[in-house]
């Protein structure tokens, strides 16, 4: 033996999957049909964040690129938050699409007057952490557990609403993660990108949780500053996306998420292209449910979850697993 290979076979603690859910395959699942016989459930996700000039550094992970405190990303940034969010939330309003907002929820004390914009519109808010600045890796249990305490507490001081998803910031979840969301009574996780229906998720403890179908593919920012997609190109992109899901609702029900960044979709060049996927969509009412995550997370909850577990269950005994 090599001692290359000897090093490759004795990795320790090496899993087959992530253990946070079972595979399932998308074909003969349980039907799924969304309130009033839709095929879709259709919901957009403006990230309204807060990134710091000057974060405290982790270990694991830089917030900035460069050297820092770095003002060119931080402005960058700031577009959002002083010109994006307003120009977005106007073109939303036309359409009549409401928010599911993954916020920063520092936001609440460094930009209230866009929590209460939102707020008065009837958005829904879920957690992507304090700031998109400051990563939950390398966390011990106690620091993660005062992040969503500071998010249930500081959100619903500020809007009255008690949330129930979260995202986590910059998409630094832990394994631990999914099982203390249960424990704080959340309903979805959005980290997971694993399929384009809800799906149970293994808690540990017995209560309910489910992955919200989210999408990286469909992200804003892939689709300009990993993609370098033009805003036309992007808005057929998401066309593709919608057309496929609602046919393939059909069968059984899908749901599509647009996740954006104020700071990106909302530039001046870019709103427009995005208007036309808000009308593509809201001409399709009678087949699309044009809602929140967390109304769809209630909806599968009382009537599709059980269904879904046992299916699951009995997939998993038919093939012998435990």
């Not at 073109?91 to 008065?120: F, K, T």
């Not at 992040?147 to 995202?167: F, H, K, P």
């Not at 995550?293 to 599709?304: D, F, G, K, Q, T």
Request: a negative charge; charged letters at 25%; hydrophobic letters at 30%.
């Amino acid at each position: 033996m090599t001692r290359e290979h000897a090093k490759q076979t004795t990795k320790p603690n090496t899993k087959e999957d992530t253990g946070l859910y079972d595979y399932w395959p998308y074909k003969d699942r349980p039907k799924i049909v969304w309130p009033g016989g839709r095929k879709l459930a259709f919901w957009v996700a403006p990230n309204i964040e807060f990134y710091e000039l000057n974060p405290p550094e982790n270990p694991f992970r830089k917030s900035w690129s460069r050297p820092y405190p770095d003002i060119m990303p931080y402005s960058y940034r700031d577009h959002g938050n002083r010109v994006g969010n307003w120009r977005l939330m106007e073109a939303m309003d036309d359409y009549g699409v409401r928010g599911s907002i993954s916020l920063s929820v520092a936001m609440c004390q460094h930009h209230p007057e866009i929590i209460d914009a939102c707020r008065v519109r009837n958005w829904e808010f879920f957690s992507h952490g304090i700031y998109n600045t400051r990563y939950v890796y390398g966390m011990d249990e106690a620091q993660e557990r005062a992040v969503l305490e500071d998010s249930i507490r500081t959100v619903q001081q500020a809007t009255g609403q008690r949330i129930r998803g979260y995202l986590a910031p910059a998409l630094t979840h832990t394994e631990r993660t999914i099982r203390l969301l249960s424990e704080y009574d959340f309903y979805y996780s959005c980290d997971l990108f694993q399929d384009d229906q809800p799906q149970p998720l293994k808690t540990g403890n017995g209560k309910k949780l489910i992955s919200m179908p989210y999408s990286l593919e469909v992200n804003d920012h892939y689709a300009f500053n990993v993609y370098g997609q033009s805003p036309m190109e992007y808005t057929d992109l998401l066309k593709r996306q919608f057309d496929t899901l609602l046919a393939e609702g059909e069968q059984s029900g899908t749901v599509m998420c647009i996740p954006i960044h104020a700071y990106l979709i909302g530039r001046a060049h870019r709103i427009d292209p995005f208007r036309e996927i808000l009308r593509y969509a809201t001409d399709h009412r009678d087949d699309v449910w044009v809602t929140t995550a967390v109304e769809i997370a209630e909806y599968y909850l009382e009537h599709y979850y059980d269904d879904a577990l046992a299916h699951i269950r009995a997939r998993k005994h038919g093939r012998g697993s435990s």
